[in-house]
Each structure stands twice: as structure tokens, then as C-alpha cells.
């Protein structure tokens, strides 16, 4: 029997999996692929659902640093693709110059008029989804040489999202990269709070409606930051704008900047990637997820997840790149068809819900690819630098 991995993850279409197997009333949409002649194309995948009342507990590590030596081993030319992008900064160039002026051509209409929220919601929605993703870009150092300049980006690109959060931003997500799935310490995972109140379908349409909440307050109760500087001019520096824009031009633009935030992180289509990345689906222990769709076009690349947490020193232009040069590592990886449709099952399927996320205690025990690589490999795709580049944050 071959291995369809495009049928993993969320499904295409409603339809998709609906017709039971001839062993079971299940019906899973992401399944191995059928053998020749089989119905419907639904065969062969049963594993059983996981426990919903708790979070799946592993006692390995993350498979991503396992996987990276593995690659570095097989592919040592690997180290090409990292470096900076240059053309990161022109593109949130663009798309901040295209929020400000969205924002104050609408600034005569009501924000409750249906152009208003549709221009919100279609154009400010996809804009600022798609700084968010700048900022992750340039969380991991990827725009300019040194830690400052990329931080002044960030920062900038912050503005048409009209609450300060750059700063923060960078020092959960490279926690969530140096200890993903670490309870109390990887700040994208659910709490026990969560999973208490939102696992039935009601409390992941609010959750899916409502995550670009739960992605801003869940660190402030899980792992509290040490401000520094950074988070201070950040601050300051969209207080600055908010008020120019709004002594100018009134409070709508502003509102329109915050209600296109609201969007990027709701049910939107590019919103997706957020319950796709790291949610686990159909009793697999997959922690990762990618998404090789047309949507990436409008995200950095952030669908290419496997390959950013395999190598986050790899430029979001290049990824597909690395997916390119390693096929035997990531073309038998499930991913996802269709972020939208990640939502929609994310919020219909009673075997995935808040539950759905590996967590561990420690780092686990090493995992084995069958192909390891000497420690010396390790250190050169980027994580030192990487490393040197926070303690030099850290000193700031």
C-alpha cells in the first residue's frame, strides 16, 4: 500500500471523509491513501482518537534538532540557504504603506458600514497577517546583519497593527523554537484552563474566533517577561504613531488597523496556520505540520513549518529551497491541503480540539531518524549565532 501524504491534515472540502470504511463507523478525512480500487479512498488508517480530556504527554524530545543533524549529515551543502533576506524589508515596506493608507482613506466612513468591514477584513486582515508573519521573520534575525536593525524593523512593521506586541513577540517564539511543547515554558501551547472551558464545539468556535487573544494574553499568565529596553521603545513608538494617526485623521483609522488585526487572527484564511502548525490529527504524533499551499505567498513561507523549525536560520525565500534539497525528509511528512479547512475540522471533528497538543515535562529523550549526525555538524546551522545573538538581546 503507497502513502498519499496530501490526505493528512485538514481536508479539502466538507465531503471529504465522510464515507465510513468497511472496518469501522469512523471516518477519518486523512487517512494512508486506499489500494487500487478501493472506495471512496478511505482505507487504512485507524488509529485510535486520543484521550480528550488531557493533552498528549511525550517523553521524547522535539523531533526538529534530531531531524536538522540528520539533514546536515545527508546534505551538507545545507548551510547555502541561511542568511539574510534582503527583500523582507521592502515587503513590509509595501504592505505598511498600503495599511496607513487604507486606514485613512476610511477614516470618513463608519466602521460599522459593510465597505468598512469588508476592506477590514479582505485587505487589512490578509495585510496584517501578513506583518505578523514579517515579524516572525524578523524575530529570528533573517532581514539585516545584527540584532538592532532587525529589531527597528520589527517595530515598524508593528504599526498597522496598532498594539504593541514586537517585542514580546521575539522572545516567546524563540523559547517556543529552543523548547516546543515544554509545559510552562512554550507559551503557543493551551492551558489546562483552556482545555477545560473550550473542548465541545461551541468553545473552539470561540477559541478559533478569538485566538489572536488567547496568542496575546496566554503569555502573561503562563511565563512573564523581563521588559528591557526594546519593549519599552516599542511601546513608546506605537504610542507615538497611534496618536499622530489619530490627531490627524481621527480614531476610525485606528480602529481600522485594530479591527484588521482582530480578522488576521480570527476565521480568516491565512489564519489558519495557527491551529495547523503544531495540532495534532488523527492519533498521530506529529507535533509539526506544513502546508505547501497558495496562501504562503501571502505569509512568508510560514507554511514550510517542518523546514523553519528544522533550520530557522534558513530565510523564509528559501525554504522551499531546503524542502527541494531534502525531498527523503519531508515528502513522507503528512502536511495539510487547505488551511481554511484546518479550521473548519479543527471545529467539527470531535477527535481534535484543544486537546490536540503534544506537551512534555522536560526536553525527552532523543529521538532516532535512523541517520545521526556528529555534534560538531550541529553548530553550524546557525543555532549558535542564534544563541550569541540573544544573550547579546538579553545585555541590551
Known sequence: MS???SLFGGAESLTEGRVPTLKTTRSPRRVFSAEEGTKGGHDGHMVAPQDPKDFLWLMTEEPHRTRRMAIMKAHPEVTKLMGREPLTKYIVLLVVSLQITCAILLRHRSPLSPLFIFVAYAIGGTANHNLFLAIHEITHNLAFQGVAPNKLLAIFANFPIGIPYAAAF????????KFMGQDGIDTDLPTRLELLFLNNVLGKVFFATFQILFYALRPTFVRAQRLTRWHFLNILAQVVFDYILVSNYGSRPLIYLIMSSFFAGSLHPCAGHFIAEHYL???LEQETYSYYGPLNVLAYNVGYHNEHHDFPSIPWTRLPALRALAPEFYDNIPSHPSWPMVIVNFIRDKEVGI??????????QPLTLGVVCNKENTQKDGEDREASEEESDKSE
Open 281 to 283: 490529527w488523527d492519533g
Open 355 to 364: 486537546f490536540a497538543r503534544a506537551k512534555r515535562i522536560g526536553k525527552g
Open 3 to 5: 502513502i498519499n501524504y
Open 170 to 177: 521575539k522572545g516567546y517564539h524563540i523559547e517556543h523554537h
